[in-house]
């Protein structure tokens, strides 16, 4: 059975960062695109960024870019997403899918954690 876990959210104030982590169990995540989405209240779950297995090829949404830096240790199975300069708007819950990633595209599989709650205040 696979089980994604995120970590790492947290409350902080507008401009401050946050670094998110994701692991996962039942399979290897260094084996896998990723992808970080957030689903802010009341919204739907978007895709903010995601990185083939490598990590060497990245790509984030318009509304986190120069901001938000996906990464990934391979070696320790583990996917991080760096959050610097948060503003109030990227406050939702985040969550990571392991994935397949296919000429810039990234398709996640169905393994979904409980994701982690980032709250960035005024």
């Known amino acids: 059975q696979v089980q994604v876990t995120e970590s790492g959210g947290g409350l902080v104030q507008a401009g401050g960062s946050l670094r998110l982590s994701c692991t996962a169990s039942?399979?290897?995540?260094?084996?896998?695109?990723a992808g970080w989405y957030r689903q802010a209240p009341g919204k739907e779950r978007s895709l903010v960024a995601h990185?083939?297995?490598?990590?060497?090829?990245?790509i984030y949404a318009d509304s986190v870019k120069g901001r938000f830096t996906i990464s990934r240790d391979n070696a320790n199975n583990t996917v991080y997403l760096q959050m610097n300069s948060l503003q109030t708007e990227d406050t939702g819950a985040y969550y990571c899918?392991?994935?397949?990633?296919?000429?810039?595209?990234?398709?996640?599989?169905?393994?979904w954690g409980q994701g982690t709650q980032v709250t960035v205040s005024s």
């Open positions: 899918a392991p994935g397949l990633w296919s000429a810039g595209r990234f398709t996640p599989a169905n393994h």
């Open positions: 039942g399979l290897t995540l260094r084996n896998y695109a």
């Open positions: 990185s083939n297995w490598r990590g060497h090829d990245t």
